[in-house]
């Protein structure tokens, strides 16, 4: 297990824009999965995008497709999601986290960071 480290939350404007990262403290192999999660209060936790390791092949939730982008810098063994058009219903705690397959399945992932909260004012 490779501890992950989620950083970037904040808070901004609807429309705004942020940049969540994923540091991994180990090396992540080109056959793992880095995906990112978020959960609102009194919401289950929901599937954001993923992306696999090596070719880079990527998943989104349909909430959310043309405006995030799930990009890696293997060399930095970091994963990032770039969140444009962000708008109030975006607010949640976001989770990296790192499994084998290409799902939106949230037990499939077996490491997760500890969190990081964006709030998107109206």
């Known amino acids: 297990q490779v501890p992950l480290v989620d950083t970037g939350g904040g808070l901004v404007e609807a429309g705004g824009s942020l940049r969540l990262s994923c540091a991994a403290s180990?090396?992540?192999?080109?056959?793992?999965?880095m995906a990112w999660f978020r959960q609102a209060p009194g919401k289950e936790r929901e599937f954001v995008a993923a992306i696999r390791w090596g070719v880079g092949r990527t998943l989104y939730a349909d909430s959310v497709k043309g405006r995030f982008t799930i990009s890696k810098v293997s060399a930095e063994n970091t994963a990032y999601l770039h969140m444009n058009s962000l708008q109030p219903e975006d607010t949640g705690v976001y989770y990296c986290a790192r499994g084998v397959d290409l799902t939106s399945v949230p037990s499939e992932y077996r490491t997760w960071g500890q969190g990081t909260q964006v709030t998107v004012s109206s």
């Open positions: 180990g090396r992540i192999y080109s056959s793992a999965v």
